[in-house]
């Protein structure tokens, strides 16, 4: 079967994987470069935070989390990245005066899976048998089944495995302008298909009417003072800041979600928070040096869960929300076996 997707961010690659293993031509539309400078994809931090994620999500993210954490390997491994997968868990924790927002945490993942209840306070001497430079922090939670996944180098490694590969043909640079059941149009030309995905984000929202865009923001630190090895959050009334470790002494600090579809460059407020509470997290963030500053948007309905839709000869995936990483894996197997696997 020859198959069109238009839309090569985190799902339409994800998509292109799976589809590739099964011995499906694919055809890939974008209006980005093939390496997916503007994708929301490439500025994630990669977080597969199954347990984290349930503060503010509907349970069934958890369920999807774990099928997609089981996926990944055998993805990262058909690109021969393994190393960019960690599952070593991640720490949340609080300064004293916030202690109730730790209990606050635990207690809301308590009410929606019944997994949380296993999930135990750790004291100072516990948090730092796990990360040492985490000292200055009294109390905290360790979640075991959480890691992440590089997603930089899953974006990059991608692009050059699908580029490479004789069963696809790639159109960076084109805007799908509309697409139907078997059909992409680009301007006036309509080209046929066995099966189209659309797996365009936002750049689908004349056809999905509700999708709206969630503004997220990072920076990317170089500290070599710090020694932090899985991803951390720290909670906080105001705002909650997640640093992901990556290689060579590098940290994506993140934790803003403004309800726009702006992506022009960070606030001066949005900056001094995030600096602020990095640094009162770890001392050794004083004299780390800002590598870069990224902001990009989420595609997102109004409950926030993502959605598959269905027709003759088209499939439809959208909406992951800030769960990317957490998500596509799973959905995009629930996608297949609805639709053109069916």
């Not at 991640?90 to 209990?103: M, V, Y």
């Not at 490479?164 to 309509?190: D, F, Y």
Request: glycine share 6%.
């Amino acid at each position: 079967m020859n198959v069109a997707i238009a839309g090569a961010g985190l799902v339409g690659r994800v998509l292109a994987l799976n589809l590739l293993n099964n011995g499906y031509t694919i055809t890939l539309y974008d209006s980005d470069t093939a390496y997916g400078e503007e994708a929301a994809g490439i500025t994630a931090a990669g977080m597969l935070a199954v347990f984290a994620e349930l503060e503010s999500a509907e349970s069934i993210i958890f369920d999807i989390g774990q099928r997609s954490i089981e996926l990944w390997p055998s993805l990262l491994e058909q690109l021969n990245i393994m190393e960019s997968f960690q599952h070593k868990g991640s720490i949340i924790t609080a300064h004293p005066q916030d202690a109730s927002e730790l209990d606050h945490f635990i207690s809301t993942l308590q009410s929606k899976v019944e997994e949380a209840s296993k999930i135990k306070m750790l004291n100072k001497e516990e948090i730092m048998a796990l990360e040492p430079d985490l000292d200055q922090h009294s109390k905290g939670f360790y979640l075991p089944h959480e890691g992440q996944v590089d997603a930089q180098v899953f974006m990059k490694t991608s692009s050059d495995y699908l580029l490479a590969h004789p069963n696809v043909t790639w159109h960076e640079r084109t805007e799908v302008t509309s697409l139907s059941e078997g059909t992409i149009n680009i301007g006036e030309e309509t080209y046929n298909y066995d099966w189209v995905f659309d797996a365009r984000g936002l750049g689908a929202n004349v056809e999905m009417k509700d999708l709206r865009g969630v503004r997220g923001e990072v920076f990317w630190l170089e500290a070599p003072e710090v020694k932090i090895s899985r991803p951390t959050r720290m909670l906080h009334p105001r705002y909650k800041i997640y640093i992901v470790p990556r290689p060579n002494n590098r940290y994506i600090i993140g934790a803003t979600e403004i309800e726009s579809e702006d992506k022009s460059p960070m606030s001066v407020r949005s900056s001094l928070e995030l600096l602020s509470a990095v640094y009162s997290m770890h001392t050794g963030f004083a004299e780390a040096r800002i590598v870069n500053m990224t902001t990009n948007c989420r595609p997102a309905f109004k409950d926030n869960l993502p959605k598959i839709e269905h027709a003759d000869k088209l499939t439809r995936i959208n909406g992951l929300y800030r769960h990317g990483y957490l998500m596509a894996p799973a959905i995009v197997e629930q996608a297949l076996n609805e639709g053109i696997y069916k």
